[in-house]
């Protein structure tokens, strides 16, 4: 069972930076993948940046070069900072992790945490 909690949310004009955090807690293994989601209004939720517990990133091309993720294994903790930032990228973002072991994928997610971007 792991339990997301999703930080850093907030108000900002377009061309400023957030920081957002997210700890994982409760008993459980190192989760395989811990990442971020968002859901702009009236859109589906969408990929925004995953890492792996072997350092792998992926990112939507639409943050590229805007956005980066870091993650702490030993902490269970995963950040993004946003950096540049457009109305675009107004969303709820939704922390993101994923266990996986022989014959088991669980998903987990936060509740997410506002960030508006204003022009």
């Known amino acids: 069972q792991v339990q997301l909690a999703e930080s850093g949310g907030g108000l900002v004009q377009a061309g400023g930076s957030l920081r957002l955090s997210c700890a994982a807690s409760g008993s459980f293994r190192s989760p395989n993948v811990m990442g971020w989601y968002r859901q702009g209004p009236g859109k589906q939720r969408e990929l925004v940046a995953t890492?792996?517990?072997?350092?792998?990133?992926n990112y939507a091309d639409s943050v590229k070069g805007r956005f980066t993720i870091t993650r702490d294994n030993a902490k269970n903790t995963v950040d993004l900072q946003m950096n540049s930032l457009k109305p675009e990228d107004t969303a709820v973002y939704y922390c993101y992790a994923l266990l996986t072991s022989y014959g088991y994928r669980q998903s987990y997610w936060g509740q997410g945490t506002q960030v508006t971007v204003s022009s």
């Open positions: 890492l792996t517990s072997a350092r792998s990133t």
